[in-house]
């Protein structure tokens, strides 16, 4: 839980309030002696509104329903499945309420809490009850400009009769609180939000805290380490970010806000003063950072930018440069080593968008003030080629990371998993970025996002995070040697941190609990403080001079005039606001310029007067230019309408016209692509409805509709069923079919047992079979009323069906459901196979229709008849696939048409009406050409349309006619006539068959209309039967449902026993403890009250050696006690402390011990003593009193105790009960829910089939004559209907009674069959184990008493002997490694020296050579020599000369000497080449040997 707020009370130190924005908590503290028990208990806070919610139980609800029909009504959690701890708490989305947000509390000396809200009410919750009563708000009237929106308290604090509260808006207002009422009244107006308040503990001053802080003041404060102590302070007036100090000198750099640095002289510690002011840009300085030796300082702001600043005071903190780098600017780190004259910068910065942190290094000479301008170009930036800058990025986001001092090693803190990191940096040069792995990752152990900072000698690696813990590490391990944790997690652990160049001194602020914490070793010696040491002395060695020189500077630098108020004047000053025009004109004027903003003018103005003449020379082209262009455009405006340009086209900014160009492009493109993603959402909508509900479909929808009536006739669509579902259907078949064979093979061998009786009881028998077979046929004809549905009516089986009487078990439902719903799949496909046999009938219907009606045409053409012809088609209902297709005429949209495309088709259409001219003529040709020819039969269909034409005399009068004209028109009459009687009997005959043609058709169409309503007829019963199966399968489903809630009833009030028997068990020991620990507190007591007792008896007996009247006086002293000033009452107390002491606290009691010992001082006091009394009998008595004393009042004590602790032994003694009766309600209630779960099992829900007028109706009378009534005594009935009504009961009684023994029949029947079968598992899990076979391992695992020990020792021999038999085959690879190595080397010399002796040969070859060719002609002189010469050469002397010789045997000793040394080389290989197969086979065998003993490890399965 996320506590914001935790208090006492006041009154009670043992209650404890705990409240956050959605919980409240009150937290009792029980003592029993020295132990103390926390418990725990929730406030149930109202609604949003203030109204109350009442909850129902949701362990034990009372209030549910019984619905005696359809099953036990059981709670939420039970439907929704839980069996587990969340069910006690669950509760639907549908009930969840929001309730109120507390955000402030406090006690009330009643020990009640006042609670604020965020909604606005205040709410009074009794300390003991926690009953929640809202306060009721009473509003005042006034004025509309006075009223404040006070919405929710932001604190509280209790005050005599109310609250004081403050919000956000300044004020603090006190609220008077009378009964269940409250009325609010100013109280304080501070112009700042109220964060927090509180009362001094006399309630005389009241203390207040704003959201205002000292670091919007811009206070900077010098604190005094040895005793923390604040020096000095210093105010700035404008928001201070960041804060660094200057090795190098008594000076600091402070970051503002508004983009300013201020640097502050501490060289006078009591009156720190601001020496110089740098406006750097106008963005918040986010990073202030100087080298280790305080050359440079570097500034960080939120734009990107690092501006390099000389960091000694002496050069007035000169501005070098600036560089730019990424925007989010994490961590700045440099290295400055006293041995090298560079400074090395890294930037670290984020890229939430990747997900990735970038590194940009780069690197600063120390003699960069000097030379500054080169570096640098005129606007102020750093040139990246001169310092060396470099981009790393690493694959993940990193919250801090810091430089090594050997500017090769990176460390990072990983903000996303708590690990630190360390990369290596390469060390070639690289363009553009570089991606750095982790070269050695360690678990950071805190958590949170943290910052690394490295120590003033860079061994010491120091990590802080939220948790608020700091760790120093080592740099090169990365291993904690120390640790603290100085800030709470709850505070978001720690800000920063800031370690002295000595290391000894440490200081770490908190992020949000505003502290600063001064650490301290405890122990600072040894190897690290001397490192540490060392360095810094050196450090200061080497800064000595420079330090004297800069503090020397900064004691005589005058004070800047920077606008730094007291702090009264900080705290009242407020801005002026009747300042004159001229006077906000002028501040304009002096408004101060960034010093980036400077350089940039500067450098504008160089540009300017370094191209003056060529702007100019620009400027009047320009002005010419534009006056051509005016020109031209007058002469446009002279021209028509069709000759004008557009304005656009005088347009002479290129740029602006190809950027507008562009938009305009990108806007229609980014239109297009809208449209299709679009069109693209639509298609795909369009695809996955399509592929729903058409291409998944096994039988797709469709209808059927007469020709005559409006009647329409659908079929069933379905989808193809899965092979999950086929093979579900085929267990459930192949099991029952199983069923089936083992009943009927039950029967058979009850039959065979009974054999014998068969044959004696013949006669009988054949009787029995005769009624069986009776009983049979009648079975056979009985109506299926008890099957639930007319299923049967479409032939499907249902045989396989159980009867609905013996659905009990889960297995059985299950498989009903499955045979039902393959019983529906039938019906359908019977009535889809009838539909599509329709549907066939009416195509052949349309088909023929039409080919009737082709005649039908044909003979109104003849009789030239205006009648039109009925055709019936197909409508988008009876084929929908014609729906998914878009035909032309549907388009409403025209066609967009390019121009070239309109062309085209104009030249088509152009050529076809000339070719279709061409045709009309050749057909005008090819008709003449047949009329010319004739015919020589007129058909009977042209007899309608046969004219006889008129001879051409009937032109002339009848006067003038000739008597064979006369013949011919006599003639022609008679042709005519005959035309005509013909002309009637072929009209009469057309009208009769057009007659017959029409009413085939009608008949046909009839007929199929008829079939139709049969097969609508057909649709309805199928919809009625698939209905009805589908009415059980809900019915099973629901049941099957029910189970399961009863199931995970059932569960989870076992797990909630489970868990209150376990807490039981845990008040039973409590119980237990306490009583004994009260046993003995009371013994302890009881020997103490024994010994008070004892020494008020013993009293006389110690003083009995002086006289007995002066016994007698000291005994009434010895129970004198002082009189002591009564303490004040609580209400005394109150009047002016609303939180008084009370009378029985701690404190109090101590008062009044130490004011009664001072009392017993005074007692003893010499002038109380008697007269004649010894001092030294005076002494010992005031010594027995006062141990009396002390004695009475650690009987109290001890009293108190005691009460307390039978206090504590009541209420865990209480809370035992309270568990115990939890265990017996859930005893009962697991009780009644399995009398529940044992009801409904056995009360089934059946369907019944019922005819219609079966159904008996109360109260209708249904006869209305009464002529033939007979009046008899209305007593008669009476005691008839009592007779009957006392003999159906007795009936009912019987049934109840055989149904309640049927059923307990049944029930010992299933118990004895399940002590068979669990008799029949125990005999086999006996011979299971009499035929287990124990191997010596498994002996040796049951004997051996500390078995994993034993293994666990051979395992750890075996690893030894590995890992030295591992170490062992790793030397003797070394040293094989080293032999090659060195043979390798001696094989190179044998090459070079093998080289240099074949170069040698050759040479020596091409000598001998030589020679050969000297001797050939030295040979072929001598030839021409006479006989003389040939006696001189056979004598014995050498043919050749003695250098000939001498060459010859040289290359021979060469020779030799070369085949040696190959021989010698090649042994040498040979002999290398067995030694390294030697080695292989060593090697192989000590792997096998290796793998031998890791097997031998492993533990070995012996088959049974």
């Known amino acids: 839980m996320d506590v914001n707020q935790m208090s006492f009370n006041p009154m009670n130190w043992r209650q404890l309030c705990l409240s956050s924005p959605s919980t409240v908590s009150v937290w009792t503290i029980e003592r029993s002696n020295q132990e103390h028990c926390f418990r725990a208990r929730s406030v149930k806070l109202p609604l949003e509104d203030g109204s109350f919610f009442n909850e129902t139980d949701v362990v034990f609800p009372q209030s549910l329903p019984k619905d005696l029909i359809y099953g036990p009504v059981l709670p939420l959690s039970s439907i929704a499945g839980l069996v587990g701890e969340e069910a006690e708490t669950f509760r639907p989305k549908d009930d969840l309420y929001p309730l109120l947000h507390p955000t402030m509390h406090c006690w009330t000396p009643t020990s009640d809490l006042y609670i604020g809200c965020e909604e606005g009410h205040l709410l009074m919750i009794n300390g003991n009850t926690l009953q929640v009563t809202v306060l009721n708000k009473i509003e005042e009237e006034s004025p509309l400009e006075d009223r404040r929106n006070f919405i929710s308290p932001v604190t509280l604090v209790y005050q005599k009769e109310g609250v004081l509260a403050s919000g956000i808006d300044g004020f603090v207002y006190s609220f008077i609180i009378k009964d269940r009422s409250y009325m609010i009244e100013d109280f304080l107006e501070i112009e700042r939000p109220v964060e927090h308040m509180a009362f001094s ?63 502050i002289s501490v060289y006078d510690k009591e009156s720190p003063q601001v020496v110089h002011k740098a406006f750097l840009s106008e963005s918040s300085v986010q990073h202030v950072v100087y080298d280790q030796q305080g050359i440079f300082l570097l500034v960080g702001t939120s734009e990107g930018k690092v501006f390099i600043i000389n960091a000694n005071s002496s050069s007035s903190f000169q501005i070098i440069g600036f560089t730019e780098v990424a925007k989010d600017i994490l961590q700045i780190s440099t290295v400055s080593l006293l041995e090298t004259d560079i400074v090395k910068v890294m930037v670290l910065s984020s890229l939430p968008e990747a997900g990735r942190s970038r590194l940009e290094m780069f690197t600063l000479p120390t003699l960069l003030p000097q030379v500054s301008t080169t570096f640098a170009d005129e606007r102020g930036r750093l040139k990246d080629e001169i310092i060396h800058k470099y981009l790393y990025e690493l694959e993940h986001a990193l919250s801090s990371a810091v430089l090594g001092f050997q500017s090769n090693q990176i460390y990072g803190f990983c903000s996303q998993v708590p690990y630190i990191c360390s990369y290596l940096l390469p060390e070639e040069e690289h363009t553009g970025i570089y991606i750095l792995k982790p070269y050695k990752k360690v678990q950071s152990r805190q958590y949170g996002p943290g910052l690394l900072y490295l120590s003033s000698h860079g061994l010491w690696l120091i990590t802080i995070a939220k948790c608020g813990i700091l760790c120093i590490r080592d740099v090169y391990t990365l291993e904690t040697f120390a640790w603290c944790r100085s800030h709470s997690h709850q505070g978001h652990g720690i800000q920063s941190m800031r370690i002295s160049m000595d290391g000894q001194n440490i200081l770490v602020n908190g992020r949000d609990d505003g502290t600063l914490v001064y650490l301290k070793w405890k122990r600072f010696g040894g190897h690290l403080a001397s490192e540490i040491l060392d360095y810094y002395q050196k450090l200061l060695i080497s800064l000595s001079s420079a330090m004297d020189k800069e503090n020397h500077y900064l004691s005589t630098t005058p004070k800047v005039s920077v606008d730094l108020g007291s702090d009264s004047e900080h705290t009242k000053q407020k801005a002026s606001t009747d300042l004159s025009q001229d006077e906000l004109v002028l501040t304009d004027v002096k408004k101060e310029i960034p010093w980036i903003q400077q350089k940039s003018q500067e450098a504008i103005k160089k540009e300017v007067n370094l191209f003056s003449k060529k702007r100019k020379e620009i400027k009047q082209g320009i002005k010419s230019l534009s006056k051509t262009i005016l020109n031209m455009m007058e002469e446009n405006d002279k021209l028509e309408n069709i000759a004008k340009l557009d304005q656009q086209e005088f347009g002479l900014d290129l740029e602006e016209l190809e950027r507008l160009h562009d938009e305009s492009q990108e806007e229609v493109a980014k239109i297009i692509k809208d449209v299709e993603m679009h069109n693209l959402a639509k298609s795909y909508l369009a695809e996955l409805i399509k592929e729903e509900c058409w291409n998944s479909m096994a039988v797709k929808g469709q209808a059927l509709k007469c020709f005559h009536i409006p009647c329409v006739v659908e079929n069933f669509p379905m989808k193809a069923r899965t092979v999950e579902e086929l093979k579900e259907l085929e267990r459930v078949l192949q099991q029952k079919k199983i069923e089936a064979e083992c009943l009927k093979l039950r029967k058979e061998i009850v039959e065979a047992q009974s054999g014998v009786k068969l044959i004696k009881q013949r006669h009988e028998e054949d009787d029995e079979e005769e009624e069986e077979e009776d009983k049979t046929v009648k079975y056979s004809n009985l109506p299926n009323y008890l099957l639930g549905s007319l299923s049967t009516d479409f032939g499907v089986d249902t045989s396989l069906l159980s009867s609905q009487l013996e659905l009990h078990s889960r297995e059985e439902k299950i498989n009903q459901i499955i045979l039902l719903k393959d019983i529906i799949y039938k019906v359908k496909t019977v009535f889809n196979n009838e539909f599509d046999a329709a549907y066939k009938q009416k195509e052949f219907e349309i088909a023929r229709v039409k080919e009737r009606n082709v005649r039908i045409r044909e003979i109104i053409l003849d009789l030239e008849l ?26 409403t949209a025209h066609k967009h048409i390019k121009p070239w495309h309109k062309a085209k088709e104009l030249m088509v259409n152009h050529e076809k009406e000339h070719w279709l001219l061409i045709q009309d003529a050749s057909t005008r040709l090819r008709a003449l050409m047949d009329m010319m020819g004739g015919v020589l039969e007129v058909k009977k269909e042209d007899i309608l349309r046969m004219v006889i034409p008129q001879p051409a005399f009937m032109a002339k009068p009848d006067a003038v006619w000739t008597e064979e004209e006369r013949k011919q028109f006599k003639d022609y009459e008679k042709k005519v006539k005959e035309l005509n009687e013909e002309r009637d009997k072929y009209r009469k005959s057309l009208e009769a068959e057009l007659k017959k043609l029409q009413n085939s058709i009608q008949e046909s169409t009839q007929a199929f209309d008829e079939h139709l309503k049969r097969l609508f007829e057909r649709r309805v019963k199928a919809e009625m039967v698939t209905n009805q199966e589908e009415l059980k399968i809900s019915n099973l489903a629901f049941s099957l449902l029910l189970d399961e809630e009863l199931s995970s009833r059932e569960k989870f009030l076992n797990n909630y026993l489970t868990r209150k028997q376990h807490e039981k ?51 009434k002293l010895f129970k004198r006690r002082p009189r002591i000033s009564k303490q004040k009452t609580h209400s005394e107390t109150t009047s002016v402390v609303p939180f008084g002491e009370l009378p029985g606290s701690g404190k109090l009691n101590k008062d009044a011990f130490a004011q009664l010992m001072k009392a017993m001082d005074e007692l003893d006091n010499i002038s109380n003593m008697p007269e004649g009394l010894d001092p030294l009998v005076w002494n010992h008595f005031c010594m027995t009193r006062r141990a009396k004393v002390e004695n009475e009042q650690k009987v109290k004590q001890k009293a108190a105790d005691l009460l307390e602790m039978a206090t504590f032994l009541q209420k865990r003694v209480e809370e035992e009960e309270k568990v115990q009766q939890e265990i017996e309600r859930v005893f009962h209630e697991l009780i009644l829910l399995q009398e529940e779960k044992v009801r409904f099992q056995l009360n089934l829900t059946i369907q019944i089939l019922l005819k219609q007028g079966q159904v008996e109706l109360e109260n209708f009378q249904l006869v209305l004559e009464y002529s033939d009534a007979i009046l008899i005594n209305k007593n008669i009935i009476e005691d008839l209907n009592s007779v009957i009504r006392t003999q159906g009961q007795k009936k009912v009684a019987s049934m109840m009674e055989s149904k309640d023994v049927h059923k307990r029949i049944l029930q010992i029947e299933w118990e004895h069959k399940k002590m068979e079968m669990e008799r029949e598992d125990l005999n086999q899990k006996a011979w299971d184990i009499q035929m287990l076979f124990f191997s010596r391992d498994r002996q040796k695992y049951l004997n051996e008493p500390n078995y994993e020990a034993l293994i666990s020792i051979q395992i750890g021999i075996m690893e030894q002997t590995i890992a030295v038999l591992d170490k062992t085959h790793k030397k003797n690879v070394e040293n094989c490694k080293k032999l090659l190595k060195k043979l390798g080397k001696f094989s190179n010399q044998k090459d070079i020296a093998n080289y240099a002796l074949s170069c040698n040969l050759r040479e020596e070859l091409v000598a001998v050579s030589e020679r050969k060719d000297i001797c050939n002609a030295m040979e072929s002189r001598f030839c021409h020599v006479g006989q003389a010469g040939l006696e001189l050469l056979s004598s014995s002397d050498p043919p050749t000369s003695a250098n000939q010789t001498a060459g010859i045997t040289g290359s021979k000793l060469t020779c030799e000497k070369i085949v040696k040394e190959r021989y010698e080389n090649m042994m040498q290989q040979q002999k290398l080449t067995n030694i390294s197969k030697q080695q292989a086979e060593q090697i192989s065998i000590l792997q096998t040997e290796v793998e031998r003993l890791r097997m031998k490890t492993f533990p070995a399965l012996v088959p049974m």
Request: net charge negative; proline share 4%; charged share 30%.
């Open 201 to 263: 503990p006399n309630y005389t001053m009241l203390l207040i805290q704003t959201d205002k802080t000292l670091t919007h003041s811009g206070e900077i404060c010098v604190w005094w380490l040895e005793d923390c102590a604040c020096v000095s302070k210093i105010y700035l007036n404008t928001l201070a970010m960041v804060l660094a100090c200057c090795p190098s000198s008594l000076s600091a750099a402070v970051g503002t806000e508004d983009g300013s640095v201020y640097f």
């Open 866 to 891: 205006e009648e039109a012809v009925w055709q019936p088609e197909f409508e988008d209902c009876e084929k929908p696939e014609r729906m998914l297709v878009v035909q032309d005429e549907e388009i």
């Open 1065 to 1115: 068990s845990q008040t039973s020991e409590a119980v237990r403890k306490s009583r004994e620990d009260l046993d003995v507190y009371k013994e302890h007591y009881d020997n103490l009250l024994a010994e008070d007792k004892v020494m008020d008896r013993s009293f006389k007996k110690e003083f009995s050696e002086i006289p007995g009247h002066q016994v007698d006086i000291l005994y």
